[in-house]
Nanobody
């Protein structure tokens, strides 16, 4: 069965960088739509960036230019490189996987979710 395990969350200061990782098992990362979402207590879950069929063309406007999503197809790992972090990036970050044929940041398209990793920026 499909499993997702995130890591890399931490507490950092404004302007610093972090890299999140998500290990996928039970499916092929090159044929799976994968994405990063985030959720803070005062906001709804927000799609951050998505990959599909081995490419990662899609990110939300709120992180474009600061965050980069990428795949390591050999290691089955999804990454999220986060630079120039802001206070408003504070959230629990989730990795998600699904079978969508095109990149999407609609949470309903992803049946599989990781447990989340906390990112705190202050």
């Amino acid at each position: 069965h499909v499993q997702l395990v995130e890591s890399g969350g931490d507490s950092v200061q404004t302007g610093e960088s972090l890299r999140l990782s998500c290990v996928l098992s039970g499916a092929s990362i090159s044929t799976t739509c994968m994405a990063w979402f985030r959720q803070s207590p005062e906001k709804e879950r927000e799609g951050v960036a998505a990959c599909v069929w081995g490419t990662c063309p899609y990110s939300s406007e709120s992180v474009r230019g600061r965050f980069t999503i990428s795949l390591d197809n050999d290691k089955h790992i999804l990454y999220l490189q986060m630079n120039s972090l802001k206070d408003e990036d504070t959230a629990v970050y989730y990795c998600a996987a699904g079978s969508a044929a095109s990149p999407t940041l609609s949470a309903s398209a992803f049946p599989y979710w990781g447990q989340g990793t906390q990112v705190t920026v202050s």
